[in-house]
């Protein structure tokens, strides 16, 4: 019993130290978007296509709201980045969480 305890422990320490960075995670999703200026011979709008894209991070604040803030081209790739590492945390939290009801019932049986 004790040698289980023990491979847990290990385990999530494992799980612990695959955990990105938690001062550059974002939540939400990144969206891109054709916009258009409606000025009068504008080339881009008046085929159809618009300006862009640009890029939008959209974020769920609950009860129906949604928190959208523009991103700029330049910082896409790095909001992306920041997007996948929330994602991955949340992931291994989910994980971290099953090893520690593991462990619970390991300490609980040898009560």
């Known amino acids: 019993m004790k040698d289980e305890a023990v491979k847990l ?4 320490k494992r799980l612990v130290q695959q955990m990105p960075d ?6 939400g999703s ?10 009068a011979g504008c080339q881009h709008c008046e085929k159809g296509k618009g300006h ?3 890029w939008i991070l959209s974020v769920s604040l609950g ?3 949604v928190r959208q803030v523009p991103v700029p081209r330049k910082m896409k790739k790095e909001v992306g980045e920041s ?17 520690n009801i593991e462990l619970l019932k ?3 049986r040898r009560l």
């Open 9 to 12: 422990a290990g385990a999530r």
């Open 22 to 27: 938690l001062a550059t995670i974002l939540p």
């Open 30 to 39: 990144l969206l891109s978007r054709m916009v258009r200026c409606n000025k």
């Open 52 to 54: 862009g894209p640009i």
């Open 63 to 65: 009860k129906g709201r």
């Open 83 to 99: 997007l996948l590492a929330f994602a991955q945390a949340q992931k291994l939290l989910k994980q971290i969480g099953e090893v």
């Open 106 to 108: 390991e300490r609980k």
